[in-house]
């Protein structure tokens, strides 16, 4: 699978671009704030988009989709149940991001793994070797906490699940806050929270996230 990631808007987030090179099927995930730039990513390397995913429904991670919905009413978007309530307007392709669903883009999959705590519908879209956090895991930071619908102690169910995942997987953020990626090896290491998480101190992280 192919991933270009960019950063755009006023709060350093980053959308994707994902595609099969054999097919030249291709997702976004978090289209917001300049979706001019990424349909004419998608146009210059002639793909073609077959469906949006949303890691969680915070307008900055969603403000560009109906940039793409807008001329293909049908276009499938995947956005956890539980977040759909925040959209301002529903598309007419939305669809739940379950936990365990599995999306193809050609032949390339995608699995869901529900990772609630910043939002309570907020997944992680996990491929082969990368992990698309969205704002549940960045670069040496988690994710909010202090947001309406926000958890501490489902982050940290959450973060327990992701400590799990390969070392080698590369994690890609929904902003830049600390840096553009990592591996989840790394982070294991040197992020503090994931640390906690995977020595199973939940009071420490608990404490730490608050
Ligand atoms: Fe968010």
Not at 117 to 144: I, K, M, W
């Amino acid at each position: 699978m192919k991933i270009r990631q960019f950063k755009l808007g006023p709060m350093d987030n980053f959308s994707y671009a994902v595609w099969d090179e054999r097919s030249g099927a291709a997702a976004l995930i978090d289209p917001a704030w300049q979706p001019g730039e990424l349909d004419l990513f998608l146009k210059k390397e002639k793909l073609t988009l077959g469906l949006i995913l949303l890691t969680h429904a915070h307008p900055d991670h969603v403000n560009g989709v109906t940039f793409f919905t807008g001329g293909n009413s049908g276009l499938p978007v995947y956005l956890n149940s539980e977040d759909q309530f925040m959209l301002e307007s529903r598309p007419g392709g939305l669809r739940d991001a379950a936990e365990g669903e599995k999306i193809l883009i050609g032949s390339e999959e995608i699995t869901v793994m529900r990772t609630a705590g910043h939002t309570q519908g907020s997944v992680c879209y996990l491929a082969r070797g990368a992990v698309f956090s969205g704002d549940t895991l960045f670069v040496g930071e988690c994710g909010r906490v202090d947001l309406p619908g926000s958890s501490a102690e489902a982050l940290y169910n959450s973060f327990v699940r992701l400590a799990a995942l390969p070392d080698g997987d590369t994690l890609y953020p929904g902003h830049s806050y600390n840096g553009d990626t990592s591996t989840l090896g790394v982070q294991k290491e040197y992020n503090l929270y994931l640390k906690l998480a995977r020595q199973g101190r939940r009071e420490d992280f608990l404490k730490a996230v608050r």
